[in-house]
């Protein structure tokens, strides 16, 4: 089968990613547009009588230009219009016409997979006419994934989030330049999605540029001169913030200063500072011209607000979706970051607070370039779907074989040493305490077989409460374990086919020589309740062993009961010659023995016989009980590393 590469194509508001893969095999790369940064500006340039330039290349053109701005049309932000606006359908077209001009020495659309991006709440009108842009640009045929998806798979393969927790409920932050997306998916299908078309990092741009023109108000007239404003707000000061931003992950009590071109220099920029700013936005008026142009409807969001919460904003419109019924029903299993903005380290923070309020703890994860993980993502996934296909079908078929050589000489290892134990401590407990001095006694003193009978019944009706205490506590030592075991061996097995088994919902942790073992919840849920229920019966067929038939069972049953019977044969024996065979009958029981005769059917070896026989008959009964729930707990275990494998199928087809 000859597999074609990839080409993914995460086509934004604000920027343009493009990745390449090879299709079988995850290992993708970034396209370099050579504008020094990753991807590039989703702005083209129209010039009279010349070739539009695209990118940040097109940004800086259009802000350099003097005399030739006339001659000149920028076009930015055009993307979420393509349905609509037959102007942005042209400006979308001539971008991707260039973009692939550009690379043509890179990709090649027509030998390969071409995969586009699309926000989950998009169309499919909007998709049809990504489409036909797409095809009529000279991509080819395309296909159309969900951005989320590509984040998630991204996180998948670099092993940040298992198969299972991405299938269990992934929330994906899409934090933009233009647009704050938000998307749960479960079972690779998008339950909800939900955002705000006007909550992107390009608010923060303007937030420094007006921080700037408060410090140095002449700079606006000299910028106005050159016509120079739009540059400075979109290229100049998202540099600037960018810097800060970076600044702040790292040490958020730093101060911080830069030159905006060479209109000035921003300076003592601190992070409270900036909180504060951002809790107070309004648009600058520069930012208010450009929205007129390009994008009526932010700007009447912008004008029925005044002093925006731009952090409120983003908090409540997580709240929103969050609240959502196709949400809060679900589990929310892991949350993947994603998106330029994501990077600002308030996000986070954020985004904890709100799922912690209503009683979520997921890990959060982001990359070190949350920008470009859609696009890698969305190119990694045919050759992760084939991979995963293929450790799946290895898995199911090694599972039983996993299951038979690793998880049962496990579990009866555990049945072994429990049945062992508890023998040991029904034997000291029941026997040495309690029946070896009332049969020594006896060996002694001599005395009556109804005495003895009602001594070992006294003793084995007493020792009923602490059959279970005993049990409880030998199972508890030799089963408690168990779970971590399983989990370190399905770990090990995972390991061979590249995959990790790790889990966020933690039940508990245990150091072991590889650091921290985290027990998934539901393998140690039901592993503890088969654990429960075979406490419950070794305890009752103890009891029924020890002091069943109120207290009787020993006696009735075993050595003792041989003991006893060989002493009233003996009494019988040599009762017979005074009192006859009926008369000997009635009175052998209540006879009182002495001890040179009682010598004889309870030697010491018969002691010790007795004991033997005790501790056999409590080992075999636990065994038994035991044995019984294996198939049980085997069962479960199963069941577990089956959804495990399940998880594999699912993200397979997402
Ligand atoms: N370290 C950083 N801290 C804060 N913001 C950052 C950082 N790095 C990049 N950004 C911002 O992220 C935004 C770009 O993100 P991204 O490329 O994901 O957006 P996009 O996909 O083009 O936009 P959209 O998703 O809204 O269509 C820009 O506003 C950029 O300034
Ligand atoms: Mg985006």
Same mark, same amino acid.
């Given at each position: 089968?000859?597999?074609?590469?990839?080409?993914?194509?995460?086509?934004?508001?604000?920027?343009?990613?493009?990745?390449?893969?090879?299709?079988?095999?995850?290992?993708?790369?970034?396209?370099?547009?050579?504008?020094?940064?990753?991807?590039?500006?989703?702005?083209?340039?129209?010039?009279?009588?010349?070739?539009?330039?695209?990118?940040?290349?097109?940004?800086?053109?259009?802000?350099?230009?003097?005399?030739?701005?006339?001659?000149?049309?920028?076009?930015?932000?055009?993307?979420?219009?393509?349905?609509?606006?037959?102007?942005?359908?042209?400006?979308?077209?001539?971008?991707?016409?260039?973009?692939?001009?550009?690379?043509?020495?890179?990709?090649?659309?027509?030998?390969?997979?071409?995969?586009?991006?699309?926000?989950?709440?998009?169309?499919?009108?909007?998709?049809?006419?990504?489409?036909?842009?797409?095809?009529?640009?000279?991509?080819?045929?395309?296909?159309?994934?969900?951005?989320?998806?590509?984040?998630?798979?991204?996180?998948?393969?670099?092993?940040?989030?298992?198969?299972?927790?991405?299938?269990?409920?992934?929330?994906?932050?899409?934090?933009?330049?233009?647009?704050?997306?938000?998307?749960?998916?479960?079972?690779?299908?998008?339950?909800?999605?939900?955002?705000?078309?006007?909550?992107?990092?390009?608010?923060?741009?303007?937030?420094?540029?007006?921080?700037?023109?408060?410090?140095?108000?002449?700079?606006?007239?000299?910028?106005?001169?050159?016509?120079?404003?739009?540059?400075?707000?979109?290229?100049?000061?998202?540099?600037?913030?960018?810097?800060?931003?970076?600044?702040?992950?790292?040490?958020?009590?730093?101060?911080?200063?830069?030159?905006?071109?060479?209109?000035?220099?921003?300076?003592?920029?601190?992070?409270?500072?900036?909180?504060?700013?951002?809790?107070?936005?309004?648009?600058?008026?520069?930012?208010?011209?450009?929205?007129?142009?390009?994008?009526?409807?932010?700007?009447?969001?912008?004008?029925?607000?005044?002093?925006?919460?731009?952090?409120?904003?983003?908090?409540?419109?997580?709240?929103?979706?969050?609240?959502?019924?196709?949400?809060?029903?679900?589990?929310?299993?892991?949350?993947?970051?994603?998106?330029?903005?994501?990077?600002?380290?308030?996000?986070?923070?954020?985004?904890?607070?709100?799922?912690?309020?209503?009683?979520?703890?997921?890990?959060?994860?982001?990359?070190?370039?949350?920008?470009?993980?859609?696009?890698?993502?969305?190119?990694?996934?045919?050759?992760?779907?084939?991979?995963?296909?293929?450790?799946?079908?290895?898995?199911?078929?090694?599972?039983?074989?996993?299951?038979?050589?690793?998880?049962?000489?496990?579990?009866?290892?555990?049945?072994?040493?429990?049945?062992?134990?508890?023998?040991?401590?029904?034997?000291?407990?029941?026997?040495?305490?309690?029946?070896?001095?009332?049969?020594?006694?006896?060996?002694? *003193?001599?005395? %009556?077989?109804?005495?003895? #009978?009602?001594?070992?019944?006294?003793?084995? $009706?007493?020792? +009923?409460?602490? =059959? /279970?205490?005993?049990?409880?506590?030998?199972?508890?030592?030799?089963?408690?374990?168990?779970?971590?075991?399983?989990?370190?061996?399905?770990?090990?097995?995972?390991?061979?086919?590249?995959?990790?088994?790790?889990?966020?919902?933690?039940?508990?942790?245990?150091?072991?020589?590889?650091?921290?073992?985290?027990?998934?919840?539901?393998?140690?849920?039901?592993?503890?309740?088969?654990?429960?229920?075979?406490?419950?019966?070794?305890?009752?067929?103890?009891?029924?062993?020890?002091?069943?038939?109120?207290?009787?069972?020993?006696?009735?049953?075993?050595?003792?009961?041989?003991?006893?019977?060989?002493?009233?044969?003996?009494?019988?024996?040599?009762?017979?010659?005074?009192?006859?065979?009926?008369?000997?009958?009635?009175?052998?029981?209540?006879? *009182?023995?002495? %001890?040179?005769?009682?010598? #004889?059917?309870?030697?010491?070896?018969?002691? $010790?016989?007795? +004991?033997?026989? =005790? /501790?056999?008959?409590?080992?075999?009964?636990?065994?038994?009980?035991?044995?019984?729930?294996?198939?049980?707990?085997?069962?479960?275990?199963?069941?577990?590393?089956?959804?495990?494998?399940?998880?594999?199928?699912?993200?397979?087809?997402?």
């Amino acid at each position: 089968m000859c597999i074609k590469p990839v080409i993914a194509v995460d086509f934004g508001t604000s920027n343009t990613y493009v990745a390449k893969c090879p299709g079988d095999q995850p290992t993708p790369e970034g396209i370099d547009f050579g504008d020094g940064r990753d991807g590039l500006a989703t702005a083209i340039l129209y010039r009279t009588k010349k070739e539009p330039i695209i990118g940040y290349k097109a940004l800086e053109e259009f802000g350099d230009a003097e005399e030739e701005r006339l001659t000149y049309t920028i076009r930015t932000q055009f993307k979420p219009d393509i349905t609509h606006s037959p102007e942005a359908r042209k400006n979308s077209h001539d971008f991707l016409v260039h973009l692939l001009k550009h690379s043509r020495n890179t990709i090649q659309p027509i030998d390969s997979q071409v995969i586009f991006g699309v926000p989950s709440e998009a169309s499919v009108e909007y998709r049809n006419t990504l489409k036909d842009l797409a095809f009529k640009a000279g991509f080819g045929e395309i296909k159309v994934i969900d951005e989320p998806k590509g984040a998630i798979y991204f996180h998948v393969q670099r092993k940040d989030i298992t198969p299972i927790e991405a299938t269990q409920g992934a929330l994906v932050v899409d934090f933009g330049g233009g647009t704050c997306d938000f998307a749960l998916v479960v079972k690779g299908e998008v339950k909800h999605s939900w955002g705000d078309m006007h909550l992107g990092g390009r608010l923060f741009d303007d937030v420094f540029y007006q921080w700037f023109l408060e410090q140095c108000p002449d700079a606006l007239e000299e910028m106005h001169e050159e016509q120079a404003e739009f540059f400075t707000l979109w290229y100049t000061c998202r540099e600037v913030k960018e810097k800060f931003s970076q600044k702040m992950a790292i040490n958020r009590t730093e101060k911080f200063r830069k030159k905006i071109g060479d209109f000035g220099r921003i300076t003592d920029v601190t992070w409270n500072k900036f909180i504060e700013r951002i809790k107070i936005y309004n648009p600058s008026t520069t930012f208010i011209e450009y929205l007129k142009n390009a994008n009526p409807g932010a700007l009447e969001r912008f004008s029925q607000h005044n002093n925006v919460n731009i952090l409120d904003w983003f908090r409540q419109s997580l709240r929103t979706g969050l609240q959502h019924e196709q949400v809060s029903q679900q589990q929310i299993a892991c949350v993947v970051l994603t998106g330029g903005s994501s990077s600002w380290p308030f996000v986070e923070d954020l985004v904890q607070e709100e799922l912690t309020s209503i009683g979520i703890t997921s890990r959060l994860v982001r990359s070190a370039r949350p920008y470009a993980t859609i696009s890698q993502g969305l190119a990694i996934i045919p050759a992760l779907q084939l991979e995963y296909n293929a450790i799946r079908e290895q898995l199911r078929t090694e599972m039983p074989n996993f299951i038979e050589e690793k998880i049962i000489p496990l579990i009866e290892r555990r049945i072994l040493e429990a049945a062992g134990r508890i023998a040991a401590s029904i034997t000291a407990e029941l026997f040495d305490q309690r029946i070896k001095p009332i049969l020594v006694n006896f060996q002694q *003193n001599g005395g %009556a077989a109804s005495e003895l #009978k009602l001594s070992i019944t006294q003793q084995s $009706e007493a020792f +009923r409460p602490q =059959i /279970k205490i005993v049990v409880e506590k030998e199972i508890g030592k030799v089963f408690t374990a168990l779970p971590f075991d399983i989990v370190q061996e399905m770990t090990a097995w995972f390991k061979q086919h590249n995959l990790i088994f790790k889990h966020n919902t933690m039940h508990m942790e245990e150091a072991n020589t590889d650091g921290k073992i985290i027990i998934p919840i539901d393998v140690y849920d039901k592993i503890e309740t088969v654990i429960a229920w075979i406490s419950v019966s070794i305890t009752t067929a103890l009891m029924s062993m020890i002091s069943g038939g109120a207290g009787t069972a020993l006696i009735a049953t075993g050595p003792i009961g041989l003991v006893i019977g060989a002493l009233i044969g003996l009494v019988i024996g040599s009762l017979v010659v005074t009192e006859g065979l009926a008369g000997a009958k009635r009175k052998a029981e209540n006879w *009182n023995c002495p %001890a040179w005769i009682m010598c #004889k059917v309870l030697s010491n070896a018969k002691i $010790e016989g007795i +004991r033997a026989d =005790i /501790k056999q008959q409590a080992k075999e009964q636990t065994l038994q009980q035991i044995n019984n729930a294996k198939r049980q707990l085997k069962q479960h275990i199963q069941q577990y590393v089956n959804l495990e494998v399940e998880a594999l199928s699912a993200i397979s087809q997402m």
